[in-house]
């Protein structure tokens, strides 16, 4: 093992972590059935006892969690403990609906920081790294969660949020970033500022990358343009933030911390646990926050996940990239794609850049119409009468590809909205 800050259950057998676990799960039901009426009532109209709980198999009897509970519970009704004991609230705005909110106790804030720590050694950061830290700082997780890991870590975190690009560049030039944190979306608008302003990143060597969807092919875009390994860092607020699970440099699947998230794929549309290996949607049971402990929180992640040893020797289970939420699945025509398929395409074509977004309309025979727009590279542009052949040969190839007939835009370069956060990829025009 060659990071510097690891926990000795990242590499136990299958057999104690499902014991830690399941040992977990049941000092989690006993708090809850004391102070969470919300989970009282539900597990009481079951007839489940915490004491009913042998192994893990049991979880499946359990009921299931979804974002209106929390929701319905807003802001506080969720919480295990009195606001008292509440050192931080952090909440998500989604797109609709009122904001999830979740709250952090000190040791929720030390266990976090702890996992931070642990998923940036995964990624392979150490004491010596420089972290210019540009997700989010707020009620967003990303800024705050990477910080106190960093720091945990014992590197030098450099908290540059994401204001002010020109300040940003010249703050990982001159302070030797030597990590990246952001959403992939927003290294490649800092990585095209900073090319345009001549800047010298050159010491970066890792980016830590997550918050949103992004494809393989966007990871090698990535990697090459600024010459970095790019790893993928998955979580979210209702469970804790960032660090739930982050893939080690042997990059396959993200290596979950599921000695206090335990995981579960079911199938979305029944709620049926599927076999790993499967994919379907992520569920994740919380059992060792104390501010807000979850059962069988259902994520809307769509992904698969793998057990067995890595070739970094870790034994934690792993979960593959995520193919998006189901949520954000397009049904184009009677066909499901993701837009991170799309994304695939668009960047396996040559003259186009990484920028893109899909605009959904409701057309004539009440069929949803598709089309992508996408930029072209200055290149491409120079030569204009090729922009018409790349949109006809993309089209072609996203009907051959993925079943979806779409219109192909290809607009000129920078024309397209850089995000400073999660990029807004859908444009849904459709009148319900
Ligand atoms: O996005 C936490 C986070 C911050 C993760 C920084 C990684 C880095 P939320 O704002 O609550 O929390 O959004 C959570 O974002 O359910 C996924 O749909 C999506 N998501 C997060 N990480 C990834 C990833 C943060 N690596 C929601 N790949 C989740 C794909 C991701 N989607």
Redo the contacts with the bound molecule.
Sequence with gaps: MQSSFWDPVETVSQDEMAALQAERLRDCLARMVVSVPFYREKLGAMGVEPEDIRSLDDLARLPFTVKQDMRDSYPYELFAVPMDDVVRIHA?SGTTGKMTVVGYTVNDIALWADLAARSLSIAGVDQSDIIHVA?GYGL???GL??HYGGERLGATVVPASTANMRRQIELAQDFGATVLCCTPSYSLFLGEQAAELDADLSKLRLGVF?????SEEMRSEIEARFGITAL???????VI??AVAMECQYKRGMHLAEDHFIPEVVDPATGEPLPNGEIGELVFTCTTKEALPLLRYR???LTRLERGRCLCGRTTIRME??LG?ADDMLIIRGINVFPSQIEAELLRTDGLEPHYELLLERGESHMDDLTVRVEASEKLYRDSEDVGAVERKLAVTLQSRLGVGCRVEVVAPKQMPRSEGKAVRIVDNRRI
């Design positions: 998500s997700y967003f997780t990303g969660g990477l997550g918050a949103e969807p992004w993928d860092i998955y979580g979210l607020s209702e933030g960032p994520t809307g992640d990239k995520t939420r």
